[in-house]
């Protein structure tokens, strides 16, 4: 069911987004799929607690006095367990059922519209107030995206939510994470369609699982993980499985529409609101995170991104120490600067980065050396193939961070740049070439053409300039010509040749034509 389920939503999703692009429909259809879910959540909760007394949520008359009493105590139960409510009228399935077939009968635009901003209402004042608010607001229901007039946006919207009513979620018979899979797998199918933009909340699962399984090597448990640009918070997610218990979660992300993505994707993976803290702001600029330690911090920022670097930043104290910031036109290292100052002396921090952070100059080779001559932070440098991001092609690189490190006489380098399966355009990690990543970083080997442990005097002699090729030699030298061979095969063409021009005069002889020779 599981894949089964990925593909129906999928093709759910093409089929109905008609000539709308992919990271507009995005919004949409993950939205609503994030609504039936609510609904189903709240519909067995409801049936769950009910069950004593011999009725489901949906035997509850809402106009009669003796059942308003009921839903008021449900109500209280599910804003402390589920963190929202829903009435049974405002339950996915039952605003589907009052639309027809054809989708003309019922205008459902107003209705929906506020249902949704009911759920975020039900919050209100709550616990969970901050992971609901403005949660639907990229659901613009009135958007001449949808359609030109107010009977083509309904008619749109009608296909969409009887369309995905007809869909089972089984939410009582399915593992947890399952639905919520499936969710991330949309995610990644309109991330690989929308190009660059692509980039800016969607990290592809393979890079994902390498950055995981990095900062929880020897760890089954983990007290917190922090992306400080989290995206669709799918790489968070992803430090959830690989361990057996992680006690919260925390990211920060600044574009709104990715930020209520990135919720609703915690949400749908059974995250309860009070397991997750995903705030909405320049993490740079106004950090919401900075009196706090994380023991994994995982991060895929955006590349080479302009900040302001600011000259009050020198005073700032994830900053001040280095001596210099981060160039204006390429805050890679602000980023880097930032999660090391919110690690845990116990903790691990892997960073995707672009190649450049290795080798540039001016400020960057001044924070770098910093890095490693005096704070002796940096345990890892790998390679990764280029072309494996959506939107862009350059080749990256992932830094991996311990400020209590094992091995604090060597760093380790990586080539994995040249191990992974094309499949069209895009270039693909296998499950073998995360697994050569993950295992010689955990046994710190050196092989030949793909890793070398560098002491810290060696990377001092290359002043600190970290390219990869300085310190894994990849050169694949040509096979040396057998002049000798090559004139034994020349001799062997003529021959065949001056064979063939023989047989051609002999049968133009016997025709009784010219011979061409």
């Given at each position: 069911m599981p894949e089964e389920l990925k593909q129906l939503l999928w093709r759910l999703a093409d089929t109905l987004r008609g000539k709308m692009d992919a990271d507009d429909f995005r919004d949409y259809i993950l939205g609503f799929i994030f609504y039936k879910y609510l609904s189903e959540r709240m519909h067995s909760y409801a049936d769950e607690i009910l069950e004593p007394d011999g009725i489901t949520y949906l035997d509850i008359d809402e106009d009669k006095k003796a059942d308003k009493e009921i839903l008021f105590h449900v109500r209280a139960e599910a804003i402390d367990t589920l963190g929202y409510y829903l009435k049974p009228s405002e339950l996915f399935g039952a605003l589907a059922s009052r639309t027809n077939a054809e989708g003309k009968a019922h205008f459902i635009l107003d209705e929906l519209a506020k249902i949704l901003n009911n759920i975020e209402q039900s919050t209100m004042g709550t616990a969970s107030e901050e992971e609901f608010s403005h949660l639907f607001e990229d659901l613009d229901l009135r958007s001449s995206k949808l359609g030109k007039?107010?009977?083509?946006?309904?008619?749109?919207?009608?296909?969409?939510?009887?369309?995905?009513?007809?869909?089972?979620?089984?939410?009582?018979?399915?593992?947890?994470?399952?639905?919520?899979?499936?969710?991330?797998?949309?995610?990644?199918?309109?991330?690989s369609g929308a190009g660059k933009k692509a980039g800016e909340f969607y990290t592809p699962q393979q890079v994902s699982t390498v950055l995981a399984r990095l900062v929880t090597v020897g760890k089954k448990r983990i007290k917190n993980a922090y992306d400080p640009t989290c995206g669709s918070g799918s790489l968070l997610l992803r430090v959830v499985k690989e361990v057996e218990s992680l006690g919260k979660i925390y990211g920060q992300e600044s574009n709104p529409t990715t930020y209520n993505l990135c919720r609703m994707n915690m949400i749908m993976h059974d995250k309860k609101f009070y397991q997750f803290e995903i705030k909405n702001e320049d993490t740079l600029e106004r950090p919401?995170?900075?009196?706090?330690?994380?023991?994994?911090?995982?991060?895929?920022?955006?590349?080479?991104?302009?900040?302001?670097?600011?000259?009050?930043?020198?005073?700032?104290?994830?900053?001040?120490?280095?001596?210099?910031?981060?160039?204006?036109?390429?805050?890679?290292?602000?980023?880097?600067?930032h999660m090391i100052y919110q690690l845990d002396d116990k903790g691990t921090m892997a960073c995707v980065l672009p190649h450049g952070v290795l080798f540039r100059g001016g400020a960057e080779g001044h924070i770098r050396e910093y890095l490693i001559k005096e704070k002796n932070y940096l345990d890892a440098v790998i390679g990764l193939p280029a072309n494996i991001f959506y939107g862009t092609g350059i080749p990256t690189c992932i830094m991996v961070v311990k400020k209590k490190r094992?091995?604090?006489?060597?760093?380790?380098?990586?080539?994995?740049?040249?191990?992974?399966?094309?499949?069209k355009t895009q270039n693909f990690l296998r499950p073998q070439d995360i697994d050569k990543i993950v295992d010689t970083y955990k046994a710190r080997t050196a092989e030949d053409k793909y890793s070398h442990v560098a002491s810290l005097k060696e990377i001092a002699e290359n002043d600190y300039n970290l390219n990869i090729p300085r310190y894994v030699d990849t050169f694949e030298e040509e096979e040396a010509v057998n002049l000798k061979a090559v004139a034994k095969e020349l001799k062997k063409l003529d021959a065949d040749m001056k064979a063939t021009d023989a047989t051609i005069e002999k049968f133009c002889k016997e025709l009784g034509i010219e011979s061409p020779f």
């Open positions: 007039t107010e009977d083509e946006k309904n008619k749109l919207v009608v296909r969409v939510m009887q369309h995905l009513d007809q869909i089972n979620f089984d939410l009582d018979n399915l593992q947890n994470d399952v639905l919520g899979d499936a969710y991330e797998y949309l995610i990644g199918k309109f991330a919401q995170h900075l009196d706090m330690r994380f023991e994994a911090i995982v991060a895929n920022p955006p590349f080479s991104a302009e900040w302001s670097a600011s000259p009050l930043f020198m005073t700032d104290e994830r900053f001040a120490a280095y001596g210099k910031l981060a160039p204006r036109s390429t805050a890679d290292f602000a980023f880097v600067q094992e091995h604090s006489d060597n760093v380790l380098f990586i080539d994995a740049s040249q191990h992974f399966e094309k499949v």
